[in-house]
């Protein structure tokens, strides 16, 4: 590319070069010219020859030129932000109003399941509870006779043992019913039901909805998956060779479904493990609202490696010749043959990190950043004026 783009600018500067032509005024024999010695370093235009080449002056900026490492990966979410909805004893569906992509809160409820192993449980709970109430009267009456030395120790051991067992029972029972989602503490005699309502353990959109009126759906079955897209992460894969280059608080830009619309992210947390085939991952919160991103999506990703100051010019200031780079500056304004001209200085440079237009340079010791004007613009003009150095002496 840096051949090309010299020799677009050589047959540019084929124009500029047939400016650069001698007075045309014809020496009297025998008369003597004496010829200006160039330095190797130095090239020098008119006016009319700087117009054409479009050259443009500016000055070495500090800024941050960030190298990115380019890599893709998922969104996602926090476990804590999805939830698979079972129902934990199974039973018959009896009724849902619910499909993929619907909003939910959590507590809602998502479907009535019917079982009749419901009752019994509710009716084993309440039987247990009320002879619970005999049971630590029993216990109380016979821990008193027992101090006043009427009962034997053995009655008492049994009627302690009878009471722990039953209230070890009602507690039992009391999770079972809050399992399939039950409230112990409003069960009574007369609101007894067959069925319960299958509710949201956390608010989302439902990403799944696997069940239908009347289906049998055992423990294990998935009927619903749940997904709260509030907290969205992405997951990155990384090769082993870039661990070094990243860390937790790097800012991440990132792009989905190859959209031009920029997203941002900040890395949370670093994979601390090494896959088989060499690469590990890593975890970034996705910065603001996003609202056509959905976990699962496909990410192409940016990671910006370093945000240090340093050197920078605009990418056209730089130019290349035999795997060397190098910058023009001004050098000062001169008159030859009562002809104004400029020189400029060609300085090699050490090029860096290009990013947003800009190029990282390390210049040469003793520079002076403030006071010293750069060829920002038509740097290969003069980069070829230079090489055709010969053709141009007047």
Known sequence: MIKNNYKVACMFFGA???????????????????AEIIPE???????????????????????????????????????????TVCMPLGGFVKSTTFLPGNAVSKGQPLAVI???????????????????????????????????????EMNVQQVTVDYKN??????????????????????????????????????????????NIGKYVSPTDILFEIVNSDKLFLELTLFEKDAEKVAEGQKIRFFVNNSDEVHEAV?????????????????????GACNNILPGMYVNALIEETDLKVTALPSDAVVSFDDKDYIFVYEKEKEE?????????????????????YTGVTLPEG??????????????SLLSAKKNAGEMAC
């Open 41 to 83: 370093d130095i090239v020098e235009m008119r006016e009319d020859q700087i117009t054409l080449a479009g050259i443009q002056m500016g000055s070495v900026e500090m800024r941050s030129v960030s190298n990115d490492l380019k890599v893709n990966g998922v969104v996602t979410v926090a476990p804590q932000n999805q939830a």
């Open 114 to 152: 019917e079982n009749q192993d419901f009752v019994d449980i509710q009716q084993n709970y309440l039987e247990a509870k009320n002879r619970l109430v005999f049971a630590e009267a029993e216990y109380k009456r016979h821990t008193d006779l027992y101090k006043n030395d009427v009962y034997s």
């Open 367 to 380: 520079f002076d950043l403030t006071g010293t004007k750069v060829v920002i613009k038509g740097a290969y």
């Open 166 to 211: 039953l209230k070890a029972l009602v507690k039992s029972l009391e999770q079972k019913l809050k399992l399939i989602g039950i409230n112990p503490e409003l069960l009574t005699e007369d609101n007894i039901s067959n069925t319960v309502n299958l509710t949201a353990p956390i608010k989302g959109y439902l990403k799944s909805v696997n069940i």
């Open 16 to 34: 500029i070069i047939s400016l650069v032509s001698c007075t045309g005024v014809t020496n009297p024999v025998g008369s003597a010219v004496e």
């Open 337 to 357: 043959a009562g002809r104004p001209f400029t020189e400029y200085r060609i300085i090699e440079v050490k090029k860096g990190i290009s990013n947003l237009g």
């Open 267 to 287: 890395i949370t947390q670093t994979g601390k493990v090494i896959s088989d085939d060499k690469t590990f991952m890593i975890y970034a919160s996705v910065v």
